[in-house]
Every structure is written in structure tokens, then in C-alpha cells.
Antibody, heavy 113, light 107 residues
């Protein structure tokens, strides 16, 4: 079964850091681009970062310079290092495969003092 | 960045109605567009990819059309399980951008 499972969410103070992980199973992880998408409570979907099979990375302006996406193909894992976190980064963070055909259940990040 | 303008933002419809949701891109994106359905508390589910290709397992009452800057998602006969929020996503160029969503509610 194709599956993505996120972990690493939690409560962090503004200015703090958090590292999210996404464990993939049931498919050849190294062959797919991967992405992080977030959703604040009651709000829409926001694409947060992407990494292609060559390891090239992409970000929107809202997180560029603060978030770093990476992958470890041998471990079939995707990561999101989030630094300088802001209250506005509070959301459920999903990892998604390629063009969104497979999503994880999400992990909740809360930035609050 | 490419802006995706989705309309309407919300709508009320009855079971059996034909429903059309539109997404407009601020510049041409060819057919690099997907549609997602999200129910409350659930993970988004892809319905349509490449603007008009139906995702495996998705009922045929869902269809997508368009190319360039204007796209539509059509539900030919709305069913009770279709009440949800729908989003478009452009993946022509980074940063990827979603439409703001269309909430389809029961009339």
C-alpha cells in the first residue's frame, strides 16, 4: 500500500525550530518529486516547499530562507527543517507525492508563546 | 508568481444539481492544473490531473476542462457525499499555487 506518514509536529515558541519527517512506503520514493503543503485552521491549502528527484529545492517567498526541505532516498524519507518560526506558521503540515496523488494524514505545528 | 483565482468562494446546491467551479490563472499554465476535494477534518483528495484527466477511482460525474488560463471543474449531478471544499492547483511553475477554495454546501 502506498503510504506517507508525517511526524515531528508539536508546540514551539516564536523564533524556535522544528523538524518534520515524512516516511514513505509502498512505492519507489527516489523516483518521485515530493512536497510539503500546509493548512491553517479554517483556511485554504498553501504549498510550502518541493524537492525534485535530483535534489533541487523550491519554496514560496513566505518561507524562503527559513524552511529547508530535504530527502534521504535510502531511508525513503522526506524532511522539512523549519527555523525562525512565526505564529503564522501554525498549521497542519502534509507531505504529498508528485502532483498530489498521495498525501499523508498531516502533522500539526503550533507556534505560540 | 502565478495567481489562481477560484470562483465562487462558496455556493449552495441541491442533490442532483450540475455544479461548475472555475479557476483562472494569472498567466498561461497550459494544462498543468489539478483539482482536489477536501472534506472537513480529512486529507485533500485529487480528483482531476492534467486539467481534464480523471483520477482513478473518482466517479465519472466529476470532470475537468480548460487550458491556458481558464479551467472548470464540473460535477454533473451533485451527490450527498460531494458536499466539500474544492481547490485547484497550478504546477506549471514554482512556486506552486492553490486557488482559495470553493465550499459547496447543501441548499
Amino acid at each position: 500500500e502506498v503510504q506517507l506518514v508525517e511526524s515531528g509536529g508539536g508546540l514551539v515558541q516564536p523564533g524556535g525550530s522544528l523538524r518534520l519527517s515524512c516516511a514513505a512506503s509502498g512505492f519507489t520514493f527516489s523516483s518521485f518529486d515530493m512536497h510539503w503543503v500546509r493548512q491553517a485552521t479554517g483556511k485554504g491549502l498553501e504549498w510550502v516547499s518541493g524537492i525534485d528527484t535530483a535534489g533541487d529545492t523550491y519554496y514560496p517567498g513566505s518561507v524562503k530562507g527559513r524552511f529547508t526541505i530535504s530527502r534521504e532516498n535510502a531511508k525513503k524519507s522526506l524532511y522539512l527543517q523549519m527555523n525562525s518560526l512565526r505564529v503564522g506558521d501554525t498549521a497542519v503540515y502534509y507531505c504529498a507525492r508528485a502532483y498530489g496523488d498521495v498525501w499523508g494524514e498531516g502533522t500539526t505545528v503550533t507556534v505560540a508563546s | 508568481d502565478i495567481q489562481m483565482t477560484q470562483s465562487p468562494s462558496a455556493m449552495s446546491a441541491s442533490v442532483g444539481d450540475r455544479v461548475t467551479i472555475t479557476c483562472r490563472a494569472s498567466q498561461g499554465i497550459s494544462n498543468y492544473l489539478a483539482w482536489f476535494q477536501q472534506k472537513p477534518g480529512k486529507v485533500p483528495k485529487r480528483l482531476i490531473y492534467a486539467a481534464s484527466s480523471l483520477q482513478s477511482g473518482v466517479p465519472s460525474r466529476f470532470s475537468g476542462s480548460g487550458s491556458g488560463t481558464e479551467f472548470t471543474l464540473t460535477i454533473s449531478s451533485l451527490q450527498p457525499e460531494d458536499f466539500a471544499t474544492y481547490y485547484c492547483l497550478q504546477h506549471k511553475s514554482y512556486p506552486w499555487t492553490f486557488g482559495q477554495g470553493t465550499k459547496v454546501e447543501i441548499k
